[in-house]
Protein backbone atom coordinates (compact mmCIF):
# COMPACT_ATOMS: atom_id res chain seq x y z
CA UNK A 1 0.00 0.00 0.00
CA UNK A 2 1.71 3.15 -0.88
CA UNK A 3 1.81 6.24 1.38
CA UNK A 4 -0.43 9.11 1.79
CA UNK A 5 0.89 11.85 -0.56
CA UNK A 6 2.27 14.49 1.90
CA UNK A 7 -0.09 17.49 2.08
CA UNK A 8 1.87 20.51 0.37
CA UNK A 9 1.60 24.29 1.95
CA UNK A 10 3.65 27.48 0.10
CA UNK A 11 3.97 30.21 2.24
CA UNK A 12 4.46 33.75 1.28
CA UNK A 13 6.81 35.72 3.26
CA UNK A 14 10.22 34.21 5.37
CA UNK A 15 10.40 36.62 8.14
CA UNK A 16 9.81 34.88 11.69
CA UNK A 17 5.77 34.35 11.51
CA UNK A 18 6.66 32.75 8.09
CA UNK A 19 9.57 30.76 9.07
CA UNK A 20 8.25 29.65 12.37
CA UNK A 21 5.17 28.45 10.43
CA UNK A 22 7.23 26.75 8.23
CA UNK A 23 9.37 25.10 10.29
CA UNK A 24 6.36 23.50 12.51
CA UNK A 25 4.68 22.26 9.50
CA UNK A 26 7.82 19.97 7.75
CA UNK A 27 8.50 18.88 11.38
CA UNK A 28 4.69 17.54 11.32
CA UNK A 29 5.10 16.10 8.17
CA UNK A 30 4.17 18.46 5.52
CA UNK A 31 5.70 19.33 2.11
CA UNK A 32 6.45 23.07 2.51
CA UNK A 33 7.86 25.53 0.05
CA UNK A 34 8.78 29.83 1.01
CA UNK A 35 9.22 32.54 -0.81
CA UNK A 36 10.44 35.41 -0.02
CA UNK A 37 10.64 38.89 -2.50
CA UNK A 38 14.18 39.50 -0.32
CA UNK A 39 17.34 38.72 -1.30
CA UNK A 40 17.73 36.78 2.09
CA UNK A 41 15.44 36.31 5.02
CA UNK A 42 14.37 37.66 8.23
CA UNK A 43 11.88 40.14 6.82
CA UNK A 44 11.64 43.10 9.77
CA UNK A 45 14.67 40.67 11.89
CA UNK A 46 17.03 42.62 9.14
CA UNK A 47 20.50 43.14 8.67
CA UNK A 48 22.30 45.26 6.16
CA UNK A 49 26.09 45.44 5.14
CA UNK A 50 27.95 48.56 3.96
CA UNK A 51 31.29 49.39 3.07
CA UNK A 52 33.33 52.86 4.13
CA UNK A 53 37.01 54.04 3.24
CA UNK A 54 39.21 54.54 5.82
CA UNK A 55 41.40 57.66 5.80
CA UNK A 56 44.34 55.87 4.05
CA UNK A 57 42.01 54.73 1.74
CA UNK A 58 41.24 50.49 3.28
CA UNK A 59 37.77 49.44 2.71
CA UNK A 60 36.27 48.89 6.11
CA UNK A 61 32.79 46.50 6.31
CA UNK A 62 30.20 47.50 8.58
CA UNK A 63 27.05 45.26 9.26
CA UNK A 64 23.93 47.09 10.72
CA UNK A 65 20.97 44.94 12.20
CA UNK A 66 18.29 47.78 11.18
CA UNK A 67 15.22 45.93 11.93
CA UNK A 68 13.99 45.02 15.59
CA UNK A 69 17.79 45.15 17.29
CA UNK A 70 16.48 42.46 19.83
CA UNK A 71 13.25 42.14 21.61
CA UNK A 72 11.85 40.51 24.56
CA UNK A 73 10.15 36.90 25.15
CA UNK A 74 7.57 37.20 27.84
CA UNK A 75 4.90 33.95 26.89
CA UNK A 76 5.73 30.67 28.42
CA UNK A 77 5.58 29.82 24.74
CA UNK A 78 7.79 31.68 22.80
CA UNK A 79 10.02 31.65 26.09
CA UNK A 80 10.02 28.10 25.71
CA UNK A 81 11.42 28.97 21.93
CA UNK A 82 14.16 31.17 22.91
CA UNK A 83 15.98 29.49 25.55
CA UNK A 84 15.99 26.41 22.99
CA UNK A 85 17.81 28.85 20.23
CA UNK A 86 19.57 30.03 22.94
CA UNK A 87 21.01 26.59 24.05
CA UNK A 88 21.69 25.89 19.97
CA UNK A 89 23.44 29.03 19.49
CA UNK A 90 20.97 31.22 17.78
CA UNK A 91 19.96 33.60 20.49
CA UNK A 92 22.07 35.75 23.59
CA UNK A 93 20.86 36.83 26.25
CA UNK A 94 20.98 40.81 26.71
CA UNK A 95 20.60 43.17 29.79
CA UNK A 96 21.40 46.63 28.40
CA UNK A 97 21.94 49.45 30.78
CA UNK A 98 19.29 52.04 29.47
CA UNK A 99 19.31 55.76 28.95
CA UNK A 100 15.86 56.88 29.73
CA UNK A 101 16.59 61.12 29.48
CA UNK A 102 20.16 60.54 31.72
CA UNK A 103 18.61 58.35 34.63
CA UNK A 104 20.26 55.00 33.84
CA UNK A 105 18.76 51.36 34.80
CA UNK A 106 18.50 48.06 33.59
CA UNK A 107 15.21 46.35 32.67
CA UNK A 108 14.09 43.53 34.29
CA UNK A 109 13.54 41.24 31.74
CA UNK A 110 16.44 40.34 29.51
CA UNK A 111 16.69 40.99 26.08
CA UNK A 112 17.18 38.27 23.46
CA UNK A 113 19.60 39.14 20.63
CA UNK A 114 20.12 36.69 17.45
CA UNK A 115 23.52 35.79 16.85
CA UNK A 116 25.99 36.12 14.69
CA UNK A 117 23.46 39.04 12.78
CA UNK A 118 19.50 39.46 13.28
CA UNK A 119 18.39 37.09 10.08
CA UNK A 120 20.40 33.75 11.89
CA UNK A 121 17.21 32.82 13.45
CA UNK A 122 15.03 32.76 10.88
CA UNK A 123 18.10 31.29 8.39
CA UNK A 124 18.50 27.94 10.88
CA UNK A 125 14.16 27.65 11.25
CA UNK A 126 14.58 27.38 7.25
CA UNK A 127 18.01 26.07 6.96
CA UNK A 128 16.92 22.48 5.25
CA UNK A 129 13.47 23.91 3.47
CA UNK A 130 12.49 24.37 0.08
CA UNK A 131 13.10 28.69 -0.46
CA UNK A 132 12.91 30.83 -2.85
CA UNK A 133 14.22 33.96 -2.75
CA UNK A 134 14.12 37.49 -5.09
CA UNK A 135 10.79 36.50 -5.35
CA UNK A 136 7.60 38.87 -5.37
CA UNK A 137 4.40 36.48 -5.22
CA UNK A 138 1.67 39.10 -6.94
CA UNK A 139 -1.55 36.53 -7.24
CA UNK A 140 -2.60 33.05 -5.80
CA UNK A 141 -5.18 31.71 -7.69
CA UNK A 142 -7.50 28.69 -6.50
CA UNK A 143 -7.83 26.22 -9.25
CA UNK A 144 -9.79 23.22 -9.01
CA UNK A 145 -5.99 20.95 -9.01
CA UNK A 146 -4.85 23.02 -6.08
CA UNK A 147 -3.20 26.66 -5.66
CA UNK A 148 -1.43 28.28 -7.84
CA UNK A 149 1.27 31.17 -6.64
CA UNK A 150 2.50 33.38 -9.75
CA UNK A 151 5.55 36.50 -9.34
CA UNK A 152 5.18 38.73 -12.66
CA UNK A 153 3.05 36.64 -14.30
CA UNK A 154 4.90 33.32 -14.35
CA UNK A 155 3.62 30.21 -11.89
CA UNK A 156 6.08 29.99 -9.16
CA UNK A 157 4.33 27.08 -7.34
CA UNK A 158 0.92 25.03 -8.27
CA UNK A 159 -1.24 22.20 -7.38
CA UNK A 160 -0.47 23.14 -3.86
CA UNK A 161 -3.03 22.26 -0.71
CA UNK A 162 -3.03 25.62 1.17
CA UNK A 163 -1.07 28.67 0.88
CA UNK A 164 0.02 30.82 4.09
CA UNK A 165 0.36 34.67 3.57
CA UNK A 166 2.70 36.00 6.16
CA UNK A 167 3.54 38.95 5.05
CA UNK A 168 2.69 42.80 6.69
CA UNK A 169 -0.81 43.36 6.60
CA UNK A 170 -0.82 45.93 3.77
CA UNK A 171 0.74 43.90 1.47
CA UNK A 172 -1.34 40.82 1.96
CA UNK A 173 -4.50 42.59 1.61
CA UNK A 174 -3.37 42.37 -2.01
CA UNK A 175 -3.34 38.36 -1.66
CA UNK A 176 -6.06 38.26 0.35
CA UNK A 177 -8.70 40.92 -1.40
CA UNK A 178 -9.69 37.89 -3.77
CA UNK A 179 -10.44 35.05 -1.82
CA UNK A 180 -11.79 36.39 1.88
CA UNK A 181 -12.49 40.12 1.21
CA UNK A 182 -13.11 40.23 4.87
CA UNK A 183 -9.26 39.22 6.10
CA UNK A 184 -8.22 41.66 3.28
CA UNK A 185 -10.75 45.19 4.76
CA UNK A 186 -9.51 44.23 7.76
CA UNK A 187 -5.86 44.03 7.07
CA UNK A 188 -5.82 47.70 5.31
CA UNK A 189 -7.48 49.12 8.34
CA UNK A 190 -4.37 48.41 10.51
CA UNK A 191 -2.24 51.24 11.30
CA UNK A 192 1.18 49.96 10.52
CA UNK A 193 3.80 52.84 12.49
CA UNK A 194 6.87 53.64 10.03
CA UNK A 195 10.49 54.16 11.31
CA UNK A 196 13.33 55.84 9.79
CA UNK A 197 16.67 54.16 10.39
CA UNK A 198 20.34 56.01 10.87
CA UNK A 199 23.04 53.52 10.67
CA UNK A 200 26.12 55.10 11.32
CA UNK A 201 29.98 54.48 12.18
CA UNK A 202 31.76 57.04 14.04
CA UNK A 203 34.98 57.25 15.72
CA UNK A 204 34.25 55.86 19.73
CA UNK A 205 33.15 59.21 21.05
CA UNK A 206 35.74 59.61 24.41
CA UNK A 207 34.53 58.64 27.38
CA UNK A 208 32.13 55.92 25.63
CA UNK A 209 28.56 56.51 27.02
CA UNK A 210 27.26 54.49 30.21
CA UNK A 211 24.47 53.23 28.33
CA UNK A 212 24.11 50.18 25.58
CA UNK A 213 20.41 51.91 24.62
CA UNK A 214 19.24 55.31 24.95
CA UNK A 215 15.34 55.97 24.96
CA UNK A 216 14.70 59.82 24.67
CA UNK A 217 11.11 60.89 25.95
CA UNK A 218 11.63 64.17 23.13
CA UNK A 219 13.31 65.05 20.27
CA UNK A 220 13.69 63.13 16.72
CA UNK A 221 14.76 59.75 18.35
CA UNK A 222 12.78 56.99 19.69
CA UNK A 223 15.73 54.66 20.26
CA UNK A 224 19.46 54.52 19.87
CA UNK A 225 21.69 51.23 20.05
CA UNK A 226 24.82 51.00 20.12
CA UNK A 227 25.29 48.61 17.72
CA UNK A 228 28.58 47.23 18.80
CA UNK A 229 27.65 47.06 22.10
CA UNK A 230 25.14 43.86 21.80
CA UNK A 231 26.52 40.31 22.41
CA UNK A 232 27.67 38.19 19.79
CA UNK A 233 29.32 41.64 17.87
CA UNK A 234 32.67 42.59 17.58
CA UNK A 235 33.71 45.96 18.57
CA UNK A 236 36.33 47.70 16.66
CA UNK A 237 38.74 49.06 18.38
CA UNK A 238 38.22 53.33 18.20
CA UNK A 239 35.26 52.82 16.67
CA UNK A 240 31.55 53.12 17.44
CA UNK A 241 28.66 51.75 15.22
CA UNK A 242 25.28 52.75 15.61
CA UNK A 243 21.52 52.57 14.71
CA UNK A 244 19.03 54.79 15.62
CA UNK A 245 15.31 54.76 15.18
CA UNK A 246 12.82 58.02 14.75
CA UNK A 247 10.49 58.00 17.04
CA UNK A 248 6.82 56.89 15.57
CA UNK A 249 5.54 60.75 16.00
CA UNK A 250 8.71 61.93 14.06
CA UNK A 251 8.86 58.90 11.46
CA UNK A 252 5.12 59.87 10.64
CA UNK A 253 6.11 63.40 9.98
CA UNK A 254 8.55 62.84 7.97
CA UNK A 255 7.86 59.88 6.08
CA UNK A 256 7.91 60.97 2.94
CA UNK A 257 11.22 63.70 3.23
CA UNK A 258 14.22 62.61 1.10
CA UNK A 259 16.48 60.37 2.94
CA UNK A 260 19.54 62.40 2.64
CA UNK A 261 17.30 65.58 5.06
CA UNK A 262 16.40 62.35 7.20
CA UNK A 263 19.77 61.34 7.78
CA UNK A 264 21.45 64.59 8.76
CA UNK A 265 18.81 65.09 10.85
CA UNK A 266 19.15 62.04 12.99
CA UNK A 267 22.77 62.56 12.82
CA UNK A 268 22.71 65.63 14.42
CA UNK A 269 20.21 64.80 17.19
CA UNK A 270 22.39 61.29 18.10
CA UNK A 271 25.69 64.16 18.49
CA UNK A 272 23.47 65.79 20.68
CA UNK A 273 22.61 62.91 22.78
CA UNK A 274 26.01 61.59 23.25
CA UNK A 275 27.19 65.36 24.00
CA UNK A 276 30.22 65.60 21.24
CA UNK A 277 30.83 66.24 18.20
CA UNK A 278 30.82 62.74 16.47
CA UNK A 279 33.71 61.93 13.42
CA UNK A 280 31.40 60.25 11.08
CA UNK A 281 32.71 57.73 9.06
CA UNK A 282 29.51 56.14 7.47
CA UNK A 283 25.56 57.31 7.60
CA UNK A 284 22.95 56.41 5.75
CA UNK A 285 18.76 56.36 6.24
CA UNK A 286 16.52 53.59 5.85
CA UNK A 287 12.52 54.19 5.99
CA UNK A 288 10.20 50.97 6.99
CA UNK A 289 6.88 52.06 6.27
CA UNK A 290 6.10 49.34 8.22
CA UNK A 291 7.72 48.43 10.97
CA UNK A 292 5.87 47.69 14.04
CA UNK A 293 1.86 46.23 14.20
CA UNK A 294 0.04 47.79 16.93
CA UNK A 295 -1.25 45.15 19.30
CA UNK A 296 -4.73 45.91 19.58
CA UNK A 297 -4.63 44.46 15.69
CA UNK A 298 -4.60 41.07 17.05
CA UNK A 299 -7.09 38.47 16.56
CA UNK A 300 -8.45 36.15 18.59
CA UNK A 301 -6.41 32.63 17.71
CA UNK A 302 -3.88 34.57 16.53
CA UNK A 303 -3.84 33.98 13.01
CA UNK A 304 -6.67 33.48 10.32
CA UNK A 305 -6.92 30.34 8.77
CA UNK A 306 -10.02 29.05 5.93
CA UNK A 307 -10.18 25.23 5.57
CA UNK A 308 -13.01 25.19 2.74
CA UNK A 309 -10.19 26.99 0.86
CA UNK A 310 -7.02 26.09 2.31
CA UNK A 311 -5.79 29.82 3.06
CA UNK A 312 -4.17 31.12 6.07
CA UNK A 313 -2.50 34.23 7.48
CA UNK A 314 -0.09 34.43 9.80
CA UNK A 315 2.45 37.28 11.24
CA UNK A 316 2.63 40.22 13.82
CA UNK A 317 -0.12 42.30 13.50
CA UNK A 318 -2.68 39.09 13.55
CA UNK A 319 -0.50 37.80 16.61
CA UNK A 320 -0.23 40.55 19.23
CA UNK A 321 2.43 42.64 17.52
CA UNK A 322 6.35 42.39 17.67
CA UNK A 323 8.93 39.12 17.35
CA UNK A 324 7.20 37.21 19.86
CA UNK A 325 3.34 38.33 18.29
CA UNK A 326 4.96 36.79 14.98
CA UNK A 327 6.70 33.91 16.11
CA UNK A 328 3.28 32.70 18.38
CA UNK A 329 1.31 33.51 15.25
CA UNK A 330 3.47 31.46 12.59
CA UNK A 331 3.29 29.21 15.20
CA UNK A 332 -0.38 29.10 15.86
CA UNK A 333 -1.05 28.70 12.09
CA UNK A 334 1.08 25.51 11.72
CA UNK A 335 -1.27 24.56 15.07
CA UNK A 336 -4.66 24.92 13.00
CA UNK A 337 -3.21 23.46 9.73
CA UNK A 338 -1.90 20.18 11.49
CA UNK A 339 -5.03 19.75 13.43
CA UNK A 340 -7.08 19.86 10.70
CA UNK A 341 -5.51 17.72 8.01
CA UNK A 342 -5.57 15.17 11.09
CA UNK A 343 -9.03 15.75 11.25
CA UNK A 344 -10.00 15.56 7.74
CA UNK A 345 -7.61 12.11 7.53
CA UNK A 346 -9.82 10.48 10.39
CA UNK A 347 -13.15 11.60 8.57
C1 LIG B 1 13.17 49.29 12.94
C2 LIG B 1 12.41 48.19 13.63
C3 LIG B 1 12.55 47.99 14.98
C4 LIG B 1 11.87 46.96 15.63
N1 LIG B 1 12.05 46.77 16.96
C5 LIG B 1 11.43 45.72 17.58
C6 LIG B 1 11.69 45.41 18.93
O1 LIG B 1 12.48 46.10 19.60
N2 LIG B 1 11.04 44.36 19.50
C7 LIG B 1 10.16 43.59 18.79
O2 LIG B 1 9.60 42.63 19.34
N3 LIG B 1 9.90 43.86 17.48
C8 LIG B 1 10.51 44.89 16.88
N4 LIG B 1 10.26 45.16 15.55
C9 LIG B 1 9.14 44.46 14.88
C10 LIG B 1 9.53 43.04 14.44
O3 LIG B 1 10.71 43.08 13.68
C11 LIG B 1 8.37 42.50 13.62
O4 LIG B 1 7.18 42.58 14.38
C12 LIG B 1 8.54 41.05 13.18
O5 LIG B 1 9.86 40.79 12.78
C13 LIG B 1 7.54 40.79 12.07
O6 LIG B 1 7.70 39.48 11.54
P1 LIG B 1 6.70 38.97 10.41
O7 LIG B 1 7.18 37.62 10.01
O8 LIG B 1 5.30 39.11 10.87
O9 LIG B 1 6.84 40.00 9.19
P2 LIG B 1 8.13 40.43 8.36
O10 LIG B 1 9.35 40.33 9.19
O11 LIG B 1 7.80 41.74 7.74
O12 LIG B 1 8.25 39.31 7.21
C14 LIG B 1 7.49 39.37 6.04
C15 LIG B 1 8.34 38.87 4.88
O13 LIG B 1 7.50 38.79 3.72
C16 LIG B 1 8.21 39.24 2.60
N5 LIG B 1 7.21 39.66 1.63
C17 LIG B 1 6.36 40.73 1.69
N6 LIG B 1 5.53 40.72 0.62
C18 LIG B 1 5.86 39.64 -0.14
C19 LIG B 1 5.36 39.10 -1.36
N7 LIG B 1 4.32 39.64 -2.01
N8 LIG B 1 5.96 37.97 -1.88
C20 LIG B 1 7.01 37.39 -1.23
N9 LIG B 1 7.52 37.88 -0.05
C21 LIG B 1 6.93 38.97 0.48
C22 LIG B 1 9.12 40.33 3.11
O14 LIG B 1 10.25 40.50 2.28
C23 LIG B 1 9.49 39.79 4.51
O15 LIG B 1 10.68 39.03 4.47
C24 LIG B 1 10.97 46.14 14.88
C25 LIG B 1 10.85 46.34 13.51
C26 LIG B 1 11.57 47.34 12.88
C27 LIG B 1 11.44 47.52 11.39
Redesign the pocket.
Known amino acids: MSAAPRPSVAI????????ACARALADAGFAVQV????RG??????SRRAEWTGPDGSPNPARFD???????ARSEAFLGFVEAAERDGLLARWAPVVDRDGRLDRDKAPQWVPTPDTPALCRALLADLPLLTG????TLRHEPGGWVLE?SGDAVAHGVDSVVV???PP?AA??LALHRPDWAERARAVAMGP?W?LMAVTDAPAPLPAWDLARPSTGPIGLIVRSDARPGRSRVPGRAHWVV?ASDAWSRTHLEDPAAEVQARLQDALAQHVGQPLAWHHASAHR?R????PADAAVTGLCDWDADVGLGA????L?G??????WR??RALADRLVAWHREAARA
Open positions: VGAGLAGAFDKSVGGRMAHGAPAFECMVDAAIPQVLCTHWYAHACGDAGAGVEGASG
